[in-house]
């Protein structure tokens, strides 16, 4: 996760719509849905695993990410029909990429073959915000494309490179010169160590997994950036002129910035995967159900409804809502804990009409009463 910041030329007298909004998520229930849900598991009180996936099922969410193999969830989601995304840890990237391919192969079989075709897997991503600027991932930066090849090699040997694809998992803090999102670029050590990985993706027709979060780009830079303009609301007067681009939300200004950084270090076929993007409910400024709730329904509407970004105009937006429950052991700041769609009691956290979640198998949409 990533502080977006930008100076902001343009006044909204309208920073907040005071009017009572009905939000839609539509198509949960489709097999070609483009919303999936993070099954994030820091947390000390959370649903078992046989759970989960029938909470998944239940509502149908037939997407999910997971952030390392677990045999008890692997077990759980076969027969689901539920399309998973896979992480490789970052604890697993030195070792596979300093091995000869034995240990990526022995990865694969263990974690997709021993499952495949009972679980139905979309990605596997090898590493998770690995960061070459700063931080503790620093050091893990070499590891990511070797790893990446290793595990592509292994899947491309068991015959499965058409049905799963293998990337990595990056996110806005690479990005330099963000604003305009035509600015934005992968430079000094970012695009060191961003290009090649651009370049495998491009040769191997895999997309780039991308986490997004207009929360924290809104916290970090209030003053210029209106609080509608970060929850993805449409109406209003407030718009953010970039070229022949109009943008209305930040989303989709953070999401053509990374677009703009892939095509500058030789992506520009390369498509993006929102492997992550949410709103807390509670723990910080701006964090509260209402806040949430209206995100969560109108990113969905938007990466749903066809439009695509800007950028890349006319299609869904591949988006993984995060996260399914609140994690009261996750680290950092206090909000960091309160970004689920549940309780851990599986009980919906949003205004939801009654029965909404719980007595429709498929859902055909799925209702937040929300109040900006």
């Known amino acids: 996760m990533a502080v977006f910041r930008a100076t902001i030329r343009y006044f909204d007298s309208f920073l907040v719509s005071l009017l009572p909004l009905v939000l839609f998520l539509p198509n949960f229930h489709q097999t070609d849905a483009q919303i999936g849900v993070c099954n994030g598991r820091l947390g000390n009180n959370l649903p078992s695993s046989q759970e989960v996936v029938q909470l998944y099922k239940s509502n149908g969410i037939r997407r999910m990410r997971m952030y390392a193999p677990n045999p008890q969830a692997l077990q759980a989601l076969r027969g689901s029909g539920i399309e998973l995304v896979l992480d490789v840890p970052n604890s697993d990237l030195e070792g ?8 990526a192969r022995k990865w694969v079989q263990d974690n997709v073959l021993n499952y495949n075709p009972d679980v139905k897997f979309r990605i596997i991503a090898v590493g998770n915000e690995v960061n070459p600027n700063s931080g503790e991932t620093t050091r893990l930066a070499s590891f990511v494309l070797p790893a990446m090849t290793k595990i592509y090699d292994a899947i491309v040997s068991a015959g499965l ?10 996110y806005s803090a690479l990005v330099s010169n963000s604003f305009p999102p035509s600015q934005g670029s992968f430079d000094g ?19 780039l997994l991308f986490n997004i979060y207009p929360y924290f780009g809104y ?6 950036v209106p609080l509608s303009f970060a929850l993805c609301t449409a109406t209003g007067g407030f718009l953010i002129q970039d070229g022949q681009f109009q943008y209305r939300n930040l989303f989709d200004v ?12 030789g992506g520009p ?19 509260s159900v209402v806040n949430a709730g209206a995100y969560y329904g109108n990113l969905i509407n938007h990466v749903q409804g066809g439009s695509g970004s800007p950028k890349r105009p006319g299609r869904a937006i591949e988006t993984y809502l995060f996260t399914m429950f609140d994690e009261n052991q996750k680290s950092g700041a206090e909000s960091e804990k309160h970004f689920g769609l549940f309780s851990p009691n599986k009980q919906p956290k949003y205004q939801i009409p009654q029965n909404t979640w719980s007595t429709i198998p498929l859902v055909e949409s799925l209702v937040l009463y929300c109040t900006i």
């Open 96 to 103: 596979l990429a300093n091995d000869d391919g034995a240990a």
């Open 161 to 170: 490179k058409d049905q799963i694809k293998v990337s990595t998992i990056t």
């Open 189 to 207: 050590a970012s695009g060191s160590f961003m290009g090649p990985i651009i370049n495998f993706l491009k040769n191997t027709d895999n997309p």
């Open 219 to 224: 916290i970090g830079d209030q003053l210029n």
């Open 254 to 265: 953070m999401l053509d910035a990374a677009y703009s950084a892939v095509e500058k270090a």
């Open 269 to 287: 076929k390369v498509e993006i995967v929102v492997s992550e993007s949410g709103w807390p409910s509670a723990g910080g400024s701006s964090a």
